[in-house]
């Protein structure tokens, strides 16, 4: 029966799949296809691993010591048990021969089926065998990872394809797209999503802003946030469409609102394909101003679909990407300066802007992290600049692995979060500190411009002070609407009060822009704010030049820019700061 479930639209667009329910505690596992041809050796694989792990569990049962308590024994007894169910057995044979699912994802699917029923059953001790079935889950999959894949996790049959009509009829074969349900997911799960095979995500939790939500509208696919009871209500393998637009999932459609969505489906193609045209357009307003279009990227790699949007540069690289997921390993200097190299090369000369890590709120450094953090509001706890100043061995690291990749091109050094005199001088004086090492040990490396990030309200209300230090700011909106409005970004339980129109927040982003023309300083707008069409105009007409944003959202905005007139968008702009409803102007002009 078609059900709807309502959440925040944060990606836009239409995907139309199966549903592909994802445990956050296991979304590290592999997700790809595998060919016809090898599903023999895949259900070999996990065969192998099976029965490596009841030798296992019969061997421990064996050793078990004479006075060991009964209970113990018993346990093996339903772990065997368990690693011998056909449903089990049976279930990860189907994903992998019909749906052509990798071993370790055929196992994890079934086991998110089973643990359903058991979570459903009455007698409470059966219900808490699923914590069993999860333990003997776990054992197979870490024995499969040194079980090596005879296979190549590249076939990634449909992957991020839209569904045409004739793929509906394709039911069992991989051609059929999917989309991902999950309850939660971190930053770094969702990276890992990236450039795979799901053509749309759902999760039940999680703001507009949140950077879950920003990694799913990098990889420019529908996504829908903050969808509450999404992951209980949506079944393993059920038909889903996710309106990015409306924020809406439909579950099990109908053929005629399949028919619709497929339609809508095929407009939003067409939209692509027009926008298309304007690759090669230079960026300038209807009287000529002309206006930057940077991109928003979290790895080296994303700067190809930077140079392939017509970005002129990067103007935020998120660089705590590249220590997240990491079971907190950090990357040494070494190979963060080869990433941010890489980035740097990738754009060909054009400028990139390596912000420093921004650990902690919403990005931890990896989910258990996330699990074990006790603080109370970690928002507004050690977070990004506040976290790197905690460990100046771990800053100076990065501030040299950036200095050398500058030898490379041009770069702009960003530091987030910002708000006291102090911070910044101590940010200062580590930088002095990395060229001094960099000088004493003979390693080459490259001028870079600096740049604070105005992102809390304080720094946007001392703005002289950071004019002071630094060659440019950038504004971060998420954060700043975030902490002038005092609404966690990630919670959906507030999002209806995160309201980038509130007159408090224009008028922080104004006095900006302003402050900076006024000193012949750089400024741009950094946060979703600048991908968001609906605000372009405003944005233009508060003075502000240059945009940073994905790179999927460019030319969407470069549209917007062709169409303005920046003299007259100016007063307009005065009139939407003053007013008492923004928003309402904002809707009618
Ligand atoms: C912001 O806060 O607007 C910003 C760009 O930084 P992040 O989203 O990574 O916090
Ligand atoms: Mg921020």
């Known amino acids: 029966m078609t059900f709807s479930v309502h959440g925040l639209a944060v990606s836009r667009g239409i995907a139309i799949g199966r549903a592909v329910l994802v445990a956050s505690s296991r979304a590290?596992?592999?997700?790809?296809?595998?060919?016809?041809e090898k599903t023999a050796d895949e259900i070999t694989r996990v065969r192998i691993s099976r029965n490596a792990v009841m030798e296992e569990i019969t061997r421990l049962q064996q050793d078990l010591p004479k006075d060991a308590p009964h209970e113990l024994a018993a346990l093996l007894?339903?772990?065997?048990?368990?690693?011998?169910?056909?449903?089990?057995?049976?279930?990860?044979?189907?994903?992998?021969?019909?749906?052509?699912?990798?071993?370790?994802?055929?196992?994890?699917?079934?086991?998110?089926?089973?643990?359903?029923?058991?979570?459903?059953m009455e007698d409470e001790y059966l219900r808490e065998r699923k914590a069993d079935l999860e333990q003997v889950v776990e054992r197979i999959?870490?024995?499969m990872k040194g079980v090596a894949s005879p296979v190549q996790p590249a076939a990634q049959a449909g992957a991020g394809r839209k569904l045409s009509q004739q793929d509906l009829l394709l039911d069992d074969t991989t051609d059929v797209p999917l989309v991902l349900v999950a309850h939660d997911l971190s930053p770094a799960d969702m990276l890992q999503f990236k450039q795979s095979l799901f053509a749309g995500f759902a999760t039940d939790v999680g703001g507009k802003t949140s950077h879950t939500a920003i990694v799913a509208r990098s990889m420019d696919i529908p996504a829908v946030v903050g969808a509450r009871s999404a992951s209980q209500l949506i079944k393993q393998d059920d038909w889903v469409i996710i309106d990015g637009d409306?924020?809406?999932?439909?579950?099990?459609?109908?053929?005629?609102?399949?028919?619709?969505?497929?339609?809508?489906?095929?407009?939003?193609?067409?939209?692509?394909?027009?926008?298309?045209?304007?690759?090669?357009?230079?960026?300038?307003?209807?009287?000529?101003?002309?206006?930057?279009l940077l991109a928003n990227i979290e790895m080296p790699e994303d700067t190809l679909g930077a140079v392939t949007a017509g970005a002129v540069g990067v103007g935020l690289f998120r660089s705590e990407f590249l220590f997240m997921g990491r079971s907190g390993k950090l990357p040494d200097e070494e190979e963060q300066y080869q990433a941010y190299r890489k980035a740097i090369e990738g754009m060909?000369?054009?400028?990139?802007?390596?912000?420093?890590?921004?650990?902690?709120?919403?990005?931890?450094?990896?989910?258990?992290?996330?699990?074990?953090?006790?603080?109370?509001?970690?928002?507004?706890?050690?977070?990004a600049i506040r976290w790197s100043l905690a460990d100046p061995p771990m800053f100076l690291t990065q501030l040299r692995a950036i200095l050398r990749a500058a030898a490379h091109g041009q770069v702009n050094l960003l530091v987030p979060m910002l708000a006291h005199a102090t911070e910044i001088r101590q940010t200062m004086s580590l930088i002095d500190h990395a060229r001094a090492t960099l000088d004493n040990n003979g390693t080459p490396y490259g001028p870079v411009r600096l740049g604070a990030m105005i992102e809390i309200p304080a720094a946007a209300l001392t703005l002289k002070l950071f004019l002071k230090y630094f060659d440019f700011l950038s504004i971060g909106t998420n954060d700043l609407i975030q902490y002038t409005l005092a609404i966690d970004r990630a919670d959906e339980a507030v999002s209806h009060l995160y309201d980038p129109c509130h007159p408090a927040v224009l008028r922080l982003i104004a006095d900006t822009i302003a402050e900076c023309d006024a000193q012949g300083k750089g400024v741009s707008v950094c946060g979703e704010m600048a991908g968001d069409v609906g605000m372009t105009r405003l944005l233009l007409g508060l003075g502000l030049r240059s945009f940073s944003m994905h790179p999927s959202q460019i030319l969407a905005v470069k549209q917007q820019i062709l169409?303005?007139?920046?003299?007259?968008?100016?007063?307009?702009?005065?009139?939407?700061?003053?007013?008492?409803?923004?928003?309402?102007?904002?809707?009618?002009?």
Do not use: C
Not at 85 to 100: A, N, P, T, Y
Not at 261 to 282: A, I, V
Not at 351 to 358: F, K, L, Q, S
């Open 563 to 589: 169409r303005a007139d920046a003299s007259k968008l100016q007063p307009w702009a005065e009139q939407v700061l003053a007013s008492e409803d923004p928003a309402a102007l904002l809707q009618s002009a």
């Open 141 to 143: 999959l870490r024995h």
């Open 77 to 120: 007894d339903v772990h065997l048990m368990l690693l011998q169910d056909e449903q089990l057995i049976s279930g990860v044979k189907h994903w992998i021969v019909d749906r052509h699912y990798n071993a370790e994802w055929a196992l994890t699917t079934q086991y998110e089926i089973i643990a359903r029923q058991f979570d459903d």
């Open 246 to 292: 409306a924020g809406v999932l439909i579950v099990d459609p109908s053929p005629i609102i399949l028919a619709e969505y497929g339609f809508k489906q095929r407009q939003g193609e067409l939209e692509r394909q027009r926008l298309n045209r304007l690759k090669n357009t230079p960026s300038l307003t209807m009287d000529g101003q002309r206006v930057e």
């Open 28 to 36: 590290d596992v592999a997700h790809y296809f595998i060919e016809d």
């Open 348 to 383: 060909h000369g054009l400028p990139v802007t390596i912000r420093t890590v921004d650990i902690g709120s919403d990005k931890p450094l990896d989910r258990h992290a996330k699990a074990q953090d006790t603080h109370l509001n970690p928002a507004l706890g050690l977070r």
